[in-house]
C-alpha cells in the first residue's frame, strides 16, 4: 500500500515569492492534516480537512497562507508571499477516522527554504 | 493551552545502552498519548496509550502511561545504531481529532 506522498521534497525560494506544496493521502483516509515542523520543535497542526471540509484552521496564518482539498483527495498548501521564518519541514498526514482507529500516517515533508 | 514537554531534549549513549525518555503533558479531555520516531523527516508511529499502567511493548521498546501524573515513557533496552531518531510524543484531546506535540527528544547510539 503506497504511503502518504508529498512533492516536492524540497524548495528554495526567496523571500516575498509563492510556493505550493502537494500532498496525496493513503487511499480511502477522510481525514489529511498539515502540520509544520521547525528546526528542534515537534510538528505544529496547520489545518484539518475531513473530506474537503477544512474542519481545523484556527492555527493557519490566513493572510499568507492558504490550503484547499478539492474532491476530498489530494491538498495544496499555498503560502504567498513566503517570508524568512517560514523556512522549515511541512508535513502531511492522513487518517481513516474509524471509531478509535484514527492513527495518522505521514508522509516524508517538503523541506522549505526561504531566503 | 494543550502542552506536551519532553526530556531530555538530547541524548547520547553506547550502543547496548538501556534509555528511558519522558514525557509530560497538561490537556483538557485528555483521550490518548501517541509516540512516534522521527527519522530523516516523517514520524512513523509507534504506539498509542490511552489507559494508565498498561505496558504497550514491541520488540526492545515499550511504553506506560500515568494518567494521574499525566506523563509517560518510551524505553528502549540493548539500544541499536539505528534506535539513532528523534523520537515525539503526542497528546490527543478529546474530541478533538488532532495531536499536539512535545519538542521531541533526539536520540544518538553511537557504537
Known amino acids: 500500500e503506497a504511503g502518504v506522498v508529498q512533492s516536492p521534497r524540497y524548495k528554495i525560494i526567496e523571500k516575498k515569492q509563492p510556493v505550493a506544496f502537494w500532498c496525496n493521502p493513503i487511499s480511502g483516509h477522510n481525514t489529511l492534516y498539515w502540520y509544520r515542523q521547525n528546526l528542534g520543535q515537534g510538528p505544529e497542526l496547520l489545518i484539518r480537512?475531513?473530506?474537503?471540509?477544512?474542519?481545523?484552521d484556527s492555527q493557519l496564518p490566513k493572510d499568507r497562507f492558504s490550503a484547499e482539498r478539492l474532491k476530498g483527495v489530494d491538498s495544496t498548501l499555498k503560502i504567498q508571499p513566503a517570508e524568512l521564518g517560514d523556512s522549515a519541514v511541512y508535513l502531511c498526514?492522513?487518517?481513516?477516522?474509524?471509531?478509535?482507529?484514527?492513527?495518522?500516517?505521514f508522509g516524508p515533508g517538503t523541506r522549505l527554504t526561504v531566503t | 493551552e494543550d502542552k506536551v514537554v519532553q526530556s531530555p531534549l538530547s541524548l547520547v549513549v553506547h550502543e547496548g545502552d538501556t534509555v528511558t525518555l519522558n514525557c509530560s503533558y497538561e490537556v483538557t479531555n485528555f483521550r490518548s498519548l501517541l509516540w512516534y520516531k522521527q527519522e530523516k523527516k516523517a514520524p512513523t508511529f509507534l504506539f498509542m496509550l490511552?489507559?494508565?499502567?498498561i505496558e504497550k511493548k514491541s520488540g526492545r521498546l515499550s511504553s506506560i502511561l500515568d494518567k494521574k501524573e499525566l506523563f509517560s515513557i518510551l524505553n528502549i533496552t540493548a539500544t541499536q545504531t539505528g534506535d539513532s531518531a528523534i523520537y515525539l510524543c503526542?497528546?490527543?484531546?478529546?474530541?478533538?481529532?488532532?495531536?499536539?506535540f512535545g519538542q521531541g527528544t533526539r536520540l544518538t547510539i553511537n557504537p
Open positions: 490511552t489507559s494508565s499502567g
Open positions: 498526514a492522513s487518517s481513516l477516522n474509524s471509531g478509535r482507529d484514527y492513527e495518522q500516517y
Open positions: 503526542a497528546v490527543e484531546p478529546q474530541g478533538a481529532q488532532k495531536l499536539v
Open positions: 480537512y475531513e473530506n474537503e471540509e477544512a474542519v481545523d
